[in-house]
């Protein structure tokens, strides 16, 4: 079975085609720039990689071309001849709690969460409507960033807000990352040769967006993005946690216009707006003070999630580091687990440096991991499990 997952963003496509259920990649690409000059294009497939320069003005040309270098290369005769395409979507709300073959309602739905998830949503949902196009009688299949947190109890998604502001508006915390979450805790429990559902873990994916997750007995109970990806961790360019108060200094005493705070907070705030930088390996080659302070704030905010956590889920199996820092910076790893022997995380410090996927000592009543992530082949595993359940394949 060949399934296409498609990552559709605002100037950009990333696709994989994966042939189930091995989960074997047949071919990558990657569109950039879409609509901007310079774009560009990158096609990998059986250990060779093509890189094209060619202007690539929309998503349709975008998927176009993807297209043509599959049939080009003798991989598939064309997308109307996969056995499903699946889409990751940011934002699913309360509508989707799961996997969700797409027809007209569902994409309706996606259309009106864009508000949700206005930098993402809308993009997801260009390439869904271009797929369609292109592969009309394929299964169109939406996998959610939220999904895995709609296991989340009330007493965790709800904002001490007026309940009618939940009940009308749908303002709580959904949380994101959900597909590298649980991915990645699923391939800790096959290390530890359990199931998911015997395991508390927690899992933390940490890139230039970054999120924490608690886990139970195998599903999400609280994770630190909330009502937007904003909320939580410190990350690249967003704040995370502030007193909520400080936008209304913002716009009250200093004249900020919301999308002024919109773009404060989310584009020109945390590590970049504290140092100057969002790339980790060049901030810790800066010895001033700022670059020093950027990299402790970063791993406090971090230290105080997993205690959090540890508090919340009582007894602790696994810790779980993934993405681009969390995967490659055994120096921040090490400073986020510095202390921490008192909930039972007792770092191998050789282990750490070398970026083996076990970093805990053989003594640490909690088992470090390091793993990396594969969003795209959790959500063609979905949607594999979908298309079973509706005996479609």
Do not use: W
């Not at 079975?1 to 690409?29: C, D, R, T, Y």
């Not at 043509?68 to 940011?90: C, G, N, P, T, Y």
């Not at 508006?169 to 699923?186: A, C, D, E, L, W």
């Not at 007792?346 to 992530?373: G, M, P």
Request: aromatic share 6%; charged share 25%.
């Amino acid at each position: 079975m060949k399934i296409a997952v498609i990552n559709s963003g605002s100037s950009s496509i990333k696709f994989q085609l994966f042939s189930m259920p091995k989960g074997e990649i047949l071919a990558h690409a990657l569109v950039e720039k879409i609509g901007e000059a310079g774009s560009k294009s990158m096609f990998e497939y059986g250990g060779k990689k093509i890189n094209l320069t060619d202007s690539i003005k929309t998503h349709h040309e975008g998927l176009k071309l993807i297209n043509a270098l599959l049939k080009e290369h003798h991989i598939v005769e064309h997308f109307s001849s996969l056995d499903a395409i699946a889409h990751r979507v940011v934002h699913g709300g309360e509508y989707f709690r799961d996997a969700t073959l797409l027809d007209d309602d569902a994409i309706e739905k996606i259309r009106g969460l864009i508000p949700l998830a206005p930098l993402h949503n809308g993009a997801n949902l260009e390439g869904i409507l271009v797929s369609r196009q292109k592969a009309p009688n394929v299964p169109q299949i939406a996998v959610f960033d939220t999904a895995f947190h709609s296991t989340m109890p009330k007493e965790a998604y709800l904002y001490a807000l007026p309940y009618e502001m939940y009940e009308k508006h749908k303002i709580r915390r959904y949380g994101f990352h959900g597909t590298s979450h649980s991915f990645v805790m699923k391939e800790a429990a096959a290390k530890m040769k359990k199931s998911p559902k015997e395991l508390n873990m927690i899992t933390l994916h940490l890139g230039n967006g970054s999120s924490a997750c608690a886990i139970k007995n195998g599903v999400s109970v609280d994770t630190s993005m909330g009502f937007t990806p904003l909320e939580g961790l410190m990350m690249g360019t967003r704040s995370g946690d502030i007193d909520p108060a400080i936008i209304i200094y913002l716009q009250r005493e200093l004249g900020f216009s919301v999308d002024e705070v919109d773009t404060l907070l989310n584009k020109r705030s945390g590590l970049l707006g504290v140092c100057g930088d969002i790339d980790l390996r060049e901030i810790q080659t800066h010895d001033d003070e700022l670059s020093k302070a950027a990299i402790e704030m970063m791993a406090r905010r971090v230290k105080k999630y997993i205690g959090s956590y540890a508090a919340l889920l009582s007894n602790v199996d696994a810790l779980v580091f993934t993405a681009g820092i969390g995967e490659n910076s055994h120096t921040i790893r090490a400073k986020i687990l510095q202390g921490l022997e008192t909930f039972g995380i007792e770092l191998d410090e050789e282990a750490n440096e070398q970026n083996l996927t076990l970093i805990s000592k053989a003594s640490s009543r909690v088992k470090v991991f390091v793993i990396k992530t594969n969003e795209e082949l959790e959500i063609a595993r979905e949607s594999e499990n979908l298309l079973k359940r509706l005996d479609i394949i």
